[in-house]
């Protein structure tokens, strides 16, 4: 979105307003990541244990946790890298779902403000069942210029 929004300033805004428009945009920003990334953090601290925790589990016995702990070079390391990325998938997947209610609102009204100081009419709402934090809306800058 700071790209975009760089790249129309860069080409929609006068010089002289440029400086002014960026500092605008980027303590949007800032605060947007302040107050996303704890609901966040704290989601994901949240449902770790019931993802990777039971994947572990579920695969691995209270023996090779242990020796997976030590991180000790074994048969258990090659076991956890095997595992690894089905937990993590499912933990991102879990994420993503669960942080969505919180994170979307704000995403949208970070949009809507840097639409406000591009001048830019607000954007029509999207359904909230089919958005996703990888597929939230297009910066001001590609709605504007009809991209």
Do not use: C, H
Not at 81 to 87: E, F, K, L, M, Y
């Amino acid at each position: 979105m700071m790209q975009e929004a760089g790249l129309a300033l860069q080409r929609q805004v006068a010089p002289d307003k440029r400086e002014a428009m960026g500092k605008a945009i980027e303590a949007e920003v800032k605060k947007y990541v302040d107050e996303a990334y704890p609901l966040v953090r704290e989601r994901a601290l949240r449902i770790a244990p019931s993802t990777i925790g039971a994947a572990l589990e579920e695969k691995m016995t209270e023996d090779e946790l242990k020796q997976l702990l030590a991180w000790l070079e074994s048969p258990v390391n090659k076991k956890y890298q095997q595992i690894g990325p089905d937990a993590r998938n499912a933990f991102v997947q879990k994420l993503l779902a669960d942080a969505r209610p919180v994170v979307d609102p704000k995403v949208q009204a970070l949009d809507g403000r840097i639409r406000l100081i591009f001048g830019v009419p607000p954007a029509a709402p999207s359904p909230p069942a089919s958005t996703s934090l990888s597929t939230r809306p297009a910066a001001p800058a590609a709605r504007a210029s009809g991209k």
